[in-house]
């Protein structure tokens, strides 16, 4: 009946009212804890950048405003200040999308390689493009790459390896089945290795290496060759 319709639409209108006032109020106290964990730094102006970041955020992506509030709770847990966290958000969020992981992991992933690579916060986007592509262009996922990454980075950073090379690296060791830490190991022995005999770039000393297993006639020869600059961990990489 007209009654029964006009009761049905007032529920259900009721009901939304309800919805909405409960997310306000979830995203109200995540917004209160960031503010709590930043300290001097949430002053009004940047909780209300925050704030603005986070709705929308929340309105183009996947993720919920709350959700993306939590994120910058966790970054500002990290250390990040609220330009940093403003900065690094839409880029940690891709990367989860793109890859399966939740939020919390994506913002360890990048926050880890971006410090561990010396590079600034407003290149997490370069980093979320190099972790994504790597993970879903071989066949290993972004657990195994970061795994990978916690071990390759230092030696890296040290010997001036570009992140994309060292993405580019790993992928091809895990297309031949080389994986998580031991493929980190074995970046990292072959770098060293090379680095330490012909003392160019990475790449300069992979084609160096690649020009002296050429002079040799047999497999044999190049084996032993292979084993002596970079051992044996360096030869199954």
Do not use: C
Request: hydrophobic share 45%.
């Amino acid at each position: 009946s007209g009654v029964g319709a006009i009761v049905v639409a007032i529920g259900s209108m009721i009901a939304g009212l309800v919805a909405v006032t409960r997310k306000s109020m979830e995203f109200g106290k995540s917004m209160s804890t960031l503010e709590g964990i930043l300290g001097a730094q949430g002053t009004s102006a940047a909780m209300e950048a925050l704030s603005e970041d986070a709705q929308r955020l929340g309105s183009v992506t996947e993720w919920t405003a709350t959700q993306v509030a939590g994120l910058q709770t966790e970054l500002a847990r990290g250390g990040f200040s609220p330009s940093e966290i403003i900065e690094s958000t839409e880029a940690i969020l891709n990367l989860a999308s793109a890859t399966g992981i939740s939020l919390d992991e994506a913002a360890q992933m990048v926050a880890t390689t971006t410090k561990a690579m010396g590079l600034e916060i407003s290149e997490a986007s370069r980093v979320v493009d190099v972790l994504a592509l790597t993970a879903n262009s071989s066949t290993q996922t972004i657990t195994d790459l970061g795994e990978s990454m916690k071990i390759a980075m230092p030696i890296a950073k040290g010997l001036g390896i570009d992140l994309e090379l060292v993405g580019a690296s790993l992928g091809i060791l895990a297309d031949n089945g080389l994986k998580g830490s031991i493929a980190g190991t074995g970046f990292n022995r072959v770098a060293s290795e090379l680095n330490k005999t012909f003392g160019g770039d990475f790449v300069s000393n992979l084609e160096q290496f690649s020009a002296a297993i050429g002079e040799f006639e047999t497999d044999s020869e190049k084996m032993i060759y292979i084993e002596k600059t970079v051992g044996r961990i360096g030869i199954k990489s």
